[in-house]
């Protein structure tokens, strides 16, 4: 197996830096002649102000602004960060050994790092916050969407808790609070083909051979809401808020389906009210059973006043 190159710079607020390949054919002169090629979102004065601070290295170390072009070589740096509002909730921990961690994730905090959200991602939270540089997620639940995860702390096991997920071997038992509908008789499945295009924010059902399955339980009804236990067999990107919609009964919360709303990425209220529940899947590594519930719960059912009235649900214990 090929061993990963070391990067020449140190983490930076529990991230990694960035690293450009040089191309084997180009006719740049210098460095920062194909930086500002590569990179067209970048100002280049900002990317020739990093060059005079030394913030852009090779493997031999800074590079200097006129720096000459190496073809097939590669340099690193730090990419800027987008200014974010901190996420005001807290990221309990349910469990943790030397091997694996589980995380309740609140709603409105990302998983992994990506576009504008950073530092305000579960992943950079723990690793910054619990000293764990390697720490890396098993599996992501969506932003809006609150419960477990499983992140793995020892480097070696990575492969094997990630290869559960994508082959499917972990139960994952969720709740909800949706519409009620008379005449839904549960439980019932449901079965479509879902995709989700790169750059649309929705995904969608089409028609073809079913890639995503769902069984769907309801556990009780407060007038004209109700709660449900959704059982994904599969993990499409936003399958459980398309089924539940395709039902006639949308999850509470849900700014995607049936229609997009605008809402602003700092607006922490109404959350989505979906909660990854419970994971419980054999240990790849020790061979024994591994269950683990989540301690949050749903604002609107336990605090319905609070949620419509759009104030801010309380951090988990």
Do not use: C
Request: charged share 25%; net charge neutral; hydrophobic share 40%.
């Amino acid at each position: 197996m090929r061993r990963r190159q070391q990067p020449p710079l140190p983490k930076r607020f529990g991230l990694d830096p960035a690293r450009l390949r040089l191309p084997e054919e180009g006719d740049w002169a210098t460095v920062r002649d194909h930086l500002v090629h590569r990179l067209p979102r970048v100002d280049p004065a900002r990317i020739d102000e990093m060059l005079h601070a030394g913030e852009i290295v090779d493997l031999a170390g800074p590079l200097t602004p006129d720096a000459p072009y190496a073809p097939g070589g590669a340099v690193w740096f730090h990419r800027d960060l987008p200014d974010e509002k901190p996420v005001p909730f807290d990221l309990p921990i349910v469990y943790r050994d030397d091997t694996i961690l589980v995380a309740d994730k609140p709603h409105f905090l990302a998983t992994i790092p990506r576009g504008s959200h950073i530092l305000q991602t579960a992943l950079v939270r723990l690793r910054r916050e619990l000293d764990l540089p390697d720490l890396i997620p098993a599996h992501r639940l969506d932003r809006a969407t609150a419960g477990l995860v499983l992140f793995v702390v020892d480097p070696a096991r990575r492969g094997a808790y990630q290869t559960l997920f994508q082959r499917q071997r972990v139960r994952k038992e969720y709740e909800a609070v949706a519409g009620y509908r008379s005449g839904l008789v549960f439980p019932l499945s449901l079965e479509s083909r879902i995709i989700k295009e790169k750059h649309v924010l929705a995904a969608q059902e089409v028609a073809g051979a079913p890639n995503a399955r769902t069984r769907i339980e309801f556990i009780e009804r407060r007038g004209d809401i109700a709660r449900y236990r959704l059982f994904p067999a599969t993990g499409r990107t936003h399958q459980l808020r398309l089924h539940m919609n395709s039902l006639g009964i949308p999850i509470l919360g849900d700014d995607f389906y049936p229609v997009i709303t605008d809402k602003s990425v700092d607006d922490f209220t109404r959350p989505l009210q979906l909660l990854a529940a419970t994971l419980e899947f054999t240990d790849p590594v020790t061979g024994e059973n591994r269950r683990f519930d989540s301690h949050r719960s749903l604002q609107a059912w336990t605090d319905p006043q609070g949620w419509a009235g759009g104030t801010e649900a309380a951090p988990g214990p």
